[in-house]
């Protein structure tokens, strides 16, 4: 009687064990096929409207091609969020093939130049962390009030958690 | 085996599936549009060309911009977001490209207009190279869709330059 207990708690330790380990596994791959640190990420604000809404989902995409203007970016210069604007100037060097990038909400009046860290004037290649090409709307709200209200969260996973406890292998 | 908790998870499960596959067959049905897209820039006058103080050389101008994009929207297409760049080359850099005016065409039945503007965003230079310099005018579209890949191409035209002198 009671090696089955053990038996059976250990059973549904490892099915968490694999669920989470799946998740990652899904997680790091989207990572390396996107070649961007975030490949998901969900809009926050409303400067991209009518285009981007709060709580929509995009897709990015990075690789080599250089930065040009139209791009949709996120890029994240050393603060807390990235931001997803779009780029409106690119002055790419001569010789060392860097560039100066400036971005701008669709939805705002003036350009970043306020938004960039440290006196900035201009992005560079590296603050890019991707390119939007895939977009999903609503999606993203999910992640909002989870983050939004945790007490959401909470009762998610507790009831996650309840799932597995009590079903039958 | 058949509680609600599965019933549920099931339910919840499946239909995200099918979301998810009509979010895609969505996207995929805008490959099948073939479109074809025309416009022409008109530069009407240079407004001013000067030198600021920090060295950069600034320029107003007024174009007629004229397009018809309609053959761009399909029935996925949320809104059309397009823009004119300025690209020319410096001995600095190999590429600058300045957007100068933009816009968001957000139905069909506007994708085919003229419009008469200064441009919306400040035209400056890094450095002073801009007098008698040839530069291109692109209009560039980005198709935003209502869900799925958004894609984006251009038209390039070329030919404009700067005046010899500041004025």
């Given at each position: 009687?009671?090696?089955?207990?053990?038996?059976?708690?250990?059973?549904?330790?490892?099915?968490?064990?694999?669920?989470?380990?799946?998740?990652?596994?899904?997680?790091?791959?989207?990572?390396?096929?996107?070649?961007?640190?975030?490949?998901?990420?969900?809009?926050?604000?409303?400067?991209?409207?009518p285009g981007f809404?709060?709580?929509d989902l995009l897709f990015?995409?990075?690789?080599?091609?250089?930065?040009?203007?139209?791009?949709i970016?996120?890029?994240?210069?050393?603060?807390?969020?990235?931001?997803?604007?779009?780029?409106?100037?690119?002055?790419?060097?001569?010789?060392?093939?860097?560039?100066?990038?400036?971005?701008?909400?669709?939805?705002?009046?003036?350009?970043?130049?306020?938004?960039?860290?440290?006196?900035?004037?201009?992005?560079?290649?590296?603050?890019?962390?991707?390119?939007a090409v895939w977009f999903l709307p609503?999606?993203?709200?999910?992640?909002?009030?989870?983050?939004?209200?945790?007490?959401?969260?909470?009762?998610?996973?507790?009831?996650?958690?309840?799932?597995?406890?009590?079903?039958?292998? | 085996?058949?509680?609600?908790?599965?019933?549920?998870?099931?339910?919840?499960?499946?239909?995200?599936?099918?979301?998810?596959?009509m979010c895609a067959i969505a996207s995929l049905s805008d490959n099948l549009n073939?479109?074809?897209?025309?416009?022409?820039?008109?530069?009407?006058?240079?407004?001013?060309?000067?030198?600021?103080?920090?060295?950069?050389?600034?320029?107003?101008?007024?174009?007629?911009?004229?397009?018809?994009?309609?053959?761009l929207f399909t029935w996925n297409t949320k809104q059309l977001f397009?823009?004119?760049?300025?690209?020319?080359?410096?001995?600095?850099?190999?590429?600058?490209?300045?957007?100068?005016?933009?816009?968001?065409?957000p139905?069909?039945?506007?994708?085919?207009?003229?419009?008469?503007?200064?441009?919306?965003?400040?035209?400056?230079?890094?450095?002073?190279?801009?007098?008698?310099?040839?530069?291109?005018?692109?209009?560039?579209w980005h198709v935003m869709p209502k869900t799925g890949k958004m894609f984006a191409?251009?038209?390039?035209?070329?030919?404009?330059?700067?005046?010899?002198?500041?004025?």
């Open positions: 009687m009671k090696s089955t207990h053990i038996r059976q708690i250990l059973s549904q330790a490892i099915t968490l064990g694999m669920v989470v380990s799946s998740a990652l596994i899904i997680w790091k791959g989207l990572i390396c096929i996107t070649g961007s640190e975030s490949p998901v990420v969900v809009v926050l604000s409303g400067s991209m409207e809404k709060r709580g990015l995409y990075m690789n080599k091609d250089p930065i040009r203007t139209g791009q970016v996120v890029f994240n210069d050393g603060r807390d969020i990235p931001i997803v604007h779009r780029v409106i100037e690119v002055h790419e060097r001569r010789d060392s093939k860097e560039a100066d990038i400036l971005t701008k909400g669709d939805a705002n009046d003036d350009d970043d130049r306020m938004l960039y860290a440290s006196n900035r004037q201009w992005l560079q290649q590296k603050h890019i962390m991707g390119r609503y999606v993203g709200w999910f992640t909002i009030i989870m983050t939004e209200k945790p007490v959401i969260k909470y009762i998610l996973v507790g009831a996650l958690g309840l799932l597995v406890i009590t079903s039958k292998g | 085996m058949h509680s609600f908790g599965y019933r549920l998870n099931g339910l919840l499960t499946f239909s995200l599936t099918i979301l998810a596959m073939t479109p074809s897209p025309s416009a022409e820039i008109q530069i009407m006058n240079i407004n001013w060309f000067q030198k600021q103080p920090q060295g950069n050389d600034e320029v107003s101008l007024t174009m007629n911009i004229s397009a018809d994009l309609q053959s397009i823009f004119v760049s300025a690209e020319y080359e410096t001995p600095k850099n190999s590429l600058n490209q300045v957007s100068l005016w933009d816009a968001i065409i139905a069909k039945e506007h994708a085919k207009f003229w419009i008469h503007t200064s441009n919306k965003y400040r035209f400056v230079d890094q450095g002073n190279n801009l007098r008698g310099k040839e530069f291109n005018l692109t209009l560039h191409d251009k038209i390039v035209l070329t030919g404009y330059s700067f005046p010899e002198e500041y004025r």
